[in-house]
């Protein structure tokens, strides 16, 4: 075949053409997706280079270097004028979204958080007993039978589980019903003398006005050659005045827990009667009139704690104690509903910062 000049001039016009098209199709584009419509248009596998591309199969050989040259040319120069009109449109959207950005509107200020009454009555007590050389310890919630109880001189059939049913992982993990575990945890890892206190939520199968399924308690546990039934009377007497104010006395009364012996619970005179029992003339609500209040349970180490994590119970001597947080802090903050702590409203947390 020979040269076919009239074909080949109608491939280069056409090329010219599609240009110049393309370039007047980018000035009319005025969005993103109507530059990416010229390039499918013009670049596309069915487009009008391809079209034109394949007009050039037909000519002789001795054509189609000249004709291939001006369509990679053609192309490039399609590319450069899309790729330009894209960053154009992206620069004027810029630009636009700018526009409406007014750096003088005073901003949004954040929500300042506080924390809550049940934190900071835990960090408070903690506080108290860091100063007296306590140590902080932690532990987890998912505990084992072992810790929560056995060690703690309550076998599988102890009565005194009855009160502190909890939800069972396994027959023997469970969700820890008290922060006692960290006294056995403590005195497994360490030697004496300990000096904890253990903070931290704790979880029964109780839930009505005065009980929640999760709650918090604050452990502590003090073990040495010697100690004594008046140090652990002091110690908490002191936290006690410490928390609610220098006029709050104490009394001890008798009690039982598995792993004291003697045990005892606490009480402190009532924080809103000052222990008289009455307010303006009617029984106080609080302490119903007694002008005390139950705030926790303590007591000496029994013997057999001792033998369970390996202290010899002829050489030590221990005291522990353990209260809920929530009842510290509504005595301490005159909250009156137990639910309020976990209701997560802010006109009511918001007022302990
Ligand atoms: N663990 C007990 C409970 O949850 C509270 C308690 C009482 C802890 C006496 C103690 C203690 O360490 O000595 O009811």
């Known amino acids: 075949m020979s040269s076919d000049k009239s074909a080949v001039t109608g491939i280069l016009d056409e090329l010219n053409r599609l240009v110049g098209e393309c370039e007047s199709a980018l000035g009319q584009a005025s969005s993103l997706d109507a530059v990416e419509a010229a390039r499918v248009e013009f670049l596309g596998r069915k487009g009008r280079l391809a079209q034109a591309m394949s007009a050039m199969a037909s000519l002789p050989g001795e054509d189609k270097p000249a004709v291939g040259k001006a369509a990679n040319e053609a192309k490039a120069r399609l590319n450069e004028l899309l790729d330009e ?37 835990m960090e408070e007590v903690a506080t108290i007993f860091q100063r007296l050389g306590f140590e902080v310890v932690a532990g987890p919630e998912v505990e084992n039978d072992w810790n929560n109880f056995e060690a703690l001189n309550m076998p599988p059939d102890h ?26 945890r403590t005195m497994l890892a360490k030697k004496p003398p300990v000096a904890i206190i253990a903070p931290g ?108 994590v390996g202290y010899d119970p002829e050489k030590y001597v221990g005291w522990a104690f353990g209260m809920g947080v929530e009842r510290i802090a509504m005595l301490k903050y005159g909250i009156g509903d137990l639910r309020m702590f976990f209701e997560n409203d802010l006109r009511f947390l918001g007022q302990f910062c």
């Open 201 to 308: 939520k704790v979880y029964r199968r109780d839930s009505d006005l005065t009980h929640t399924p999760m709650f918090h308690q604050i452990e502590g546990l003090l073990v040495d050659t010697r100690t004594s039934m008046g140090d652990l009377r002091g110690v908490l007497a002191h936290m006690c005045r410490k928390l609610f104010g220098e006029d709050t006395r104490t009394r001890f009364r008798p009690s039982f827990f598995p792993f004291t012996e003697p045990s005892s619970e606490v009480d402190i005179t009532c924080s809103i009667c000052k222990g008289e029992g009455s307010c303006k003339g009617s029984p106080c609500r609080v302490c119903k009139g007694t002008g005390w209040i139950e705030i926790l349970g303590c007591g000496m180490v029994d013997p057999n704690v001792f033998a369970s």
């Open 85 to 121: 009109a894209q960053q154009a449109r992206k620069r004027a959207a810029a630009a636009a979204a700018y526009a409406d950005f007014d750096p003088t509107v005073p901003g949004r200020a954040p929500l300042p958080g506080s924390l809550h009454p049940v934190t900071l009555a």
């Open 159 to 184: 009565p005194a589980r009855d009160m502190q049913d909890t939800l069972y992982v396994t027959d023997s993990i469970l969700l820890r019903t008290h922060t006692s575990p960290l006294q056995v």
